[in-house]
């Protein structure tokens, strides 16, 4: 069968199960994109920048497990998609990056639009592709799949020069197949060590289990819950491992961390054994390291062997997927009862994980996020921004499913949200899909309007409008004495205009409402607590996309809050 370098890349796609492709055209992805005018199989969705292309293959991948694929020309083209690869990354989410290249002739010249995509992702990719020749191409694109989507998950990239993409393969067929010697991933648990395990989870009378994202990478979320029903064990899950246990279950403690619960701290803190499982150990958790957990023994269980003792010294790894490692290990685990250990828990955790004082004349933004739960009590996709409203997101929000919260943890990236949401949504066509923003994180990407509109993607965008830069902000006002340097979204360096945002001549900078309505997207404003319901059922009532601002306090903090650098006993409380 002879086929181009570009009917191979479109032919691999539809072999590989690819649904959608996000992306934007140039000069020399041109004969890719003249083969998918042709091509019923796919649907391509043409964003209005490459980054945020990157972002909506980031959130088809996370809410349907699938790889998310992504095309961009070369130059500016692949340099603009790098924050999304990076983001994906960080959080360990399948992608294939396409990007165009010079002709090989001219690699190396400084041709016009020449960039050495694969030079500059290699530090933030699982691996990377410079094509060489046509012939190699099906390999590549085979090995492109299996390497993103098998042990831990993570963004490859196919770097394709132009020559290459018109170039004529005689006879292909494409791999059936792919074996990687230098790539084996090991997925089941070594027995000895799982045995080793269990009998640690026996000996230990204050224990805590510690999920992360690899619960949710791996499908392990039922595992999960098995073992802690069948050991009474209190759970605790990262940012990334929320929805991988029920939110709204009794041995839930929350988020740990900087702005963790305090029963996820002080359980951590006072536990003699962490049995963690897909998580990482990153900073945001553990604050001060050499203060961790001080009096714990540590089980790791993770697909990643680089992962296991990277920050914290581990007496028990398990290195394995997390489904294969769990399943076998609720086999021989003994049934504990609920006991002294578990009493103290439900005491410190009380009737409710966090708090905020409730205002009659403000909005707070933590009422808008209980308000959204109740409205979208049969279920719903949340993507977030980063930023407080990403913080009180995993605060308020219970999430009781798993691939039901799309954020950016690791990267931390602003302007993720809505074009991740988009690529949610077309994988979750009966579920709502909500982006939860703030002003400033959803003006990184804000071009996107244009996107949903004009293919009718029902994202409903929930702004917690500020008028700050809200995170900074806190840490301007909690740690610098107040000075707001550069942080007003209205007057960016203090403008002397007013004192106070409350005072600001500026009243909407931008007005989100008209500016969504120029793109033809509904949009709706709260200024007022009691306004906050209705605008909530009008906005998730639209047929299609919709923004609906909330207007909320101006200076309200994230608490609890762990100082940079501190023990995470050591608590702000606001």
Known sequence: MKKTGAQIVVDALIREGVEVVFGYPGGVVIPIFDVLYDTKELKFILTRHEQAAAH?????????????????????????????????????????AITGQVASGLLGTDAFQEADIVGITRPITKHNFLVKSVEELPVIMKQAFHIASTGRPGPVLVDIPADISRAVLEDYKYPESVSIRSYKPNLVGHPRQIKRAVEAIAAARKPVIYAGGGIILSGAHQQLLELAEKTNIPVTTTLMGLGGFPGDHPLFIGMPGMHGSKTANFVLQESDLIISVGARFDDRVTGFVAKFAPNASFIHMDVDPAAISKIIRVDIPVVGDAKNILSELNKIVKPRQPDEWNETVNRHKGSRLFNYIPSETEIKP???????????????????????????????????????????????????????????????????????????????????????????????????NNTYLGMVRQWQDLFH??????????????????????????????????????????????????????????????????????????????????????????????
Not at 393 to 401: D, E, S
Request: with cysteine; charged share 15%; proline share 6%.
């Open 481 to 574: 004495n107040k000075r707001y340097s550069s942080t007003c979204l209205r007057g960016g360096v203090l403008c002397g205009d007013c004192v106070g945002t409350q005072k600001c001549k500026r009243k909407y900078v931008p007005d989100f409402v008209a500016l969504a309505q120029s793109y033809g997207v509904a949009a709706f404003r709260a200024d007022k607590p009691d306004q906050v319901s209705q605008v909530l059922k009008d906005g998730l009532a639209v047929d299609g996309p919709a923004i609906m601002e909330f207007m909320v306090s101006s200076e309200e903090n994230v608490f609890p809050m762990v100082p940079a650098g501190k023990p995470i006993n050591e608590i702000l409380e606001g």
């Open 366 to 464: 933590q009422f808008v996020i209980e308000q959204l739960q109740k409205e979208t009590a049969d279920g719903a996709v949340i993507c977030t921004e980063v930023g407080q409203h990403q913080m009180w997101t995993a605060q308020y929000y219970r999430f009781n499913k798993p691939r039901t919260l799309i954020t950016s943890g690791g990267l931390g990236t602003m302007g993720f949200g809505m074009p991740a949401a988009m690529g949610a949504a077309l994988t979750n066509p009966g579920l709502p899909v909500i982006d939860i923003a703030g002003d400033g994180s959803i003006q990184m990407n804000i071009q996107e309007l244009a996107t949903l509109a004009i293919n009718n993607i029902p994202v409903k965008v929930v702004i917690l």
């Open 56 to 96: 909506a293959a980031d959130g088809y991948a996370r809410a349907s497990g699938k790889v998310g694929v992504c095309l961009a020309t070369s130059g500016p083209g692949a340099t603009n998609i790098v924050t999304g690869v990076a983001t994906a990354y960080l959080d360990s989410i399948p992608m294939v």
